[in-house]
Every structure is written in structure tokens, then in C-alpha cells.
């Protein structure tokens, strides 16, 4: 018996009511905990932090931000081949309020850095499977299916608004762990809510593939699953006790390599074992360019996280003097969600607009836009850092101006990503594929980690020059996407 999912949210399916609440509270834990996460890494022993450096602590960062997203490829397959979509949400939510509330309860780094874990997998299991329910809700594509994503998009940024300004308001006024418990009882919210109205979704998000491209019937491989799960534990066992030395600079420049290769071994394997047929293997040469430019926004634009945050926390006045208040360094990482929220139903209107006059551009054109915009919300960090060098505490406009620079990026990027993803990917390969779009992520994410470590609070008249060489790097990749993206857009055949 097949089951269709309830109607009636906003002349969208109801289930998409469901998954944006679910991904809403998902966003408000990562969001919020993205927020506190470096700073109390870098806070001292004295004030309940852990005192590290700030290489390493941006070092963990990226490596937690990179594992979120990394996570999401073996999600997709587990979804895609084991236990469908819904269950593999059900699932990840549940493992990251754990995983947060051992963040809240951990006294020593091992079981902290366990929390982090625990937290990933979680993660991996739930992103990417919750926007593939959302691609199941509308079957016939197109337009609509851009605006159910753009509405979703809208959750995830409600999260991402309220995570930060609560999650700051209970570290700076209740101690630095009391956001990551916020974090894990806001999380089991969300899966409460998803548990209780999933029946919206009907048969959505419950595909489990079958047969292969040849039509052989597939076995569940179960014993594959549990063998590298059981090595999984066993390496994480090791590292956690000492077994193996881990430093974790040397660790993130080694883990960016391992995804690179990751990546490559995919697409191979996508190319050349997964029985494509002609038009499919074009359609993918436009996803390893979109999984290119991905990568690289987000190493830009996930500086938010780290050494954005520092800068606000180091180097922004916010003492509002006439209430007697200091704004939470966690605030400013609510900038972006705000911005979201007012702009993107402009963003929505337009892109439709656009298609009914032939004008939308593609989607590689797009990701060029949005890079560009990116890099330039740094040309307006690189005058913040220059009034910095001079001796100068910046007022907090010079960030609020980069997080809406960077969230018109965002806003031409990640949902149409997102649409575009499921679009162009066979069915039997979304969760697979949904899985490399926040592959890509993790890759940016990680990088980002890494470049935030080259600043150096002990020399802040070097801090202008190093916004200036993300800004020429991003500007200049824009450029290329731009000329690149008539010759991609050919590729994608009749997918609009």
C-alpha cells in the first residue's frame, strides 16, 4: 500500500511541515554550538574552557565542521541501502542530542572530543537524508521544487537564528557548557516533533534501493556495514585513549587530503561502475562542477565559525553603553540566518520570475555569483582588520555588512545547490549524491578551519593582507565559474 503525503503547507505538502521543523531544530544545535564551540576551546582552564591555542582550537573546529558534512556520505549510503530516509533521520537526531549532552556533562577533553563524535554521525545521518525527503515530496520537479527547497531553506535558518542568541545568552550569563546543553534539549524537540507527524510524509523518504542498475536484486549488506562500524569504534578507541598521538593541525591538513581522494575515488566509481547511460554521465560532469565550487565558498564563508568569531570576540566593541549590555559573541553568528530570513523569499520570487521569462540564469552561473559576492564581504574585513592594525576596536557594522554580503553568496549557492543535486542524479543515487553536496562542504569547512589558523592574534597588522588574499582568490574563481558556465550549462540537457 502506497502512501501519499498529507497536502496543505502553503500549496506545499504538509510533510514539508515536518521537515522543516525537523531540520529547524537540527540547525538551531549545530548553529548555536557552532557558536560557543571555539570559544570555549580557547577560554581559559579558569573560566571552565580548556585553554587551547588558536591554531589548534580553529584546527578542531574544522575537523568537527568537516566531519559533519564528511559524515553525510556514509549517511546517504546507509539511508540509500539499509534503512531508508525517515529511520536515518529518526536516528541522527537522536545521536546529536546525545552527543550534545555529553559536550554539557564532559569534564575532560577525551569525552568531549567523544561528544564531537558522537555528534557527527548523527549529523551524517540526518542532513543529507532530510533533504532527500524533501526531493520525494515533489516527483514532478521543476520550479516548485525550488521553492519547496527555498521554504525548507527558510527552517534551516530559523535554527541557525535562534541557535546562536540562545546558545550566547546561556554561555555568557550560565558558564560556558550551558549552551551545548541547550543545544541537546532544543535537538530532542525536534525529534519528538518528527516522531509524531512523520505519518504527513507518507511513503516519502522510505525508498531503500532494491535492485541495482541492472536489475539484479541488491542484498542488504548488513555484514559490510557492521565491519567497518566495529573498526570505526576500534580507531576512535585508540585515538581516545592515547593509543595513537593525534595533533590536530597535523590531522586536519591530512584529513583535507583524504577527502580530496575521497572524492575523486567517487566520482571514478560514478563515472565508470555505476551504469550510467549517456546523458546521465553528462549530467554528472555538472556535478563535479558544482561540487568544486562548492568546496571553495564554503572554505570562504565558514570563517563565521572561526576566525570571524574571534575577531568579534577580540576585536569588536560591543558594549551597548545605554542598556549596560554586552552583546554575546554568539550573536553576530545569528546575522546570517537573519538576512536569510528576510531575503530569501525575494530570492525565491526571483529565480521563478526569471524561468517564466527564459532569463533564470544556470545554475553554474549561479555558483559564481555567489562566490563572488563571498569574497566580497572579505574586501570589507580587510578595512575592519586595517582599522584593527592601527591600534582600533571596530564597530560591529563592519560584520553585520560581511554577513549580508556573504549571505546574498549563500542565497545564490546552497539551495539552488540543493535543487540542483536532486535534480540531476539518478533516483537510486540521491542519497549518495546528497551525500557528496555536503562532502563538498566538509572539504570547504575544514580548509576554512585551516586558513583560520594562519591568523595570529600576537601580529594583527598581517590580519588586512590575509583577508585581501581570500578576497583575490575568491574573486578570481567567481570570474572563471562565470566564463565556464554557458559550456557546463549545455550539459545539463533539458533539466531546468
Known sequence: MTLKPSAGFFGHPRGL???????MWERFTYYGMRAVLVLFLVAAVSTGGFGIDDKTATAIYGLYTAGAYLAALPGGWIADRLIGAQRAVLAGGLAIALGNA???????PRGFYI?????VLGVGLLKPNVSAIVADLYPEGGARLDSGFTIFYIGINIGGLLGPLITGLAQQYFGLRAGFA????????GVLQFYLTRRHLGT????IAATGADGIALTPPWRRFWWVAGLSALALTAVTAGWIPVQAVALARLAAYAILGI???YFLYYFTAAGLNREERRRGVVLVVLFVGCALFFSGYEQAGSSMNLFAERYTDRVIAALDFVIPTGWFQSLNSAFIIIFAPFFAWIWIALARRNLNPSAPAKFALG???????????????SIVASGSKVLPYWLIVTYLLHTFGELCLSPVGLSY???LTPKRFVGQMMGMWFLAMSLGNLVAGLIAGEFDANNVAAMPGQYMHIVYFSVGLGAVLLILSRPVKKLMGDVQ
Open 421 to 423: 543535486y536532486t535534480k
Open 204 to 207: 516519502a523518504g522510505t525508498f
Open 263 to 265: 572524492a575523486a575515488l
Open 371 to 385: 562566490v563572488i559576492l563571498m569574497g566580497s564581504g572579505f574586501l570589507v574585513m580587510a578595512a575592519a582588520a
Open 115 to 119: 561528544g564531537l563524535v558522537v555528534i
Open 182 to 189: 541547550a543545544a541537546a534539549f532544543f535537538m530532542a524537540v
Open 17 to 23: 511541515a515536518t521537515l522543516f521543523f525537523t531540520e
Open 102 to 108: 555529553l559536550l554539557a556533562m564532559s569534564t575532560s
